[in-house]
């Protein structure tokens, strides 16, 4: 077999998967409202992966040493100030974005 048709087998199954995993949901709860739990999961599982996200991040930063995660820290909030002002999860992870490679060029070099 040819390396076109295994990658394009691949990129095929791929994208069944992700449409069965995408579209059972809709097939599921059709016609009747989703049990409590998947509801719960709903509210809260949001917040909570961001929260695993805003870790995941700052694992590596160093406290200890210059410049003892200013730019982390001043991206962060800028994140969060940007997301209560404008509600708008785009533009405050680009804020965000923008804001720490910005602090990292020019004001705290590594």
Do not use: D, H
């Amino acid at each position: 077999m040819s390396e076109s048709i295994i990658t394009a087998a691949i990129i095929g199954i791929v994208a069944i998967m992700t449409w069965i995993t995408r579209g059972l949901p809709y097939i599921l709860f059709a016609k009747k409202s989703p049990p409590p739990v998947v509801t719960y999961l709903g509210a809260v599982l949001p917040a909570s992966i961001m929260v695993i996200l805003v870790i995941f991040c700052l694992r590596n930063t160093q406290f200890t040493v210059y410049p003892y995660g200013a730019a982390e820290f001043i991206s962060v909030a800028l994140v969060a100030v940007m997301q209560f002002w404008r509600k708008n999860l785009i533009i405050s992870v680009f804020a965000g974005t923008v804001c720490y490679m910005v602090l990292i060029r020019t004001l705290f070099p590594f």
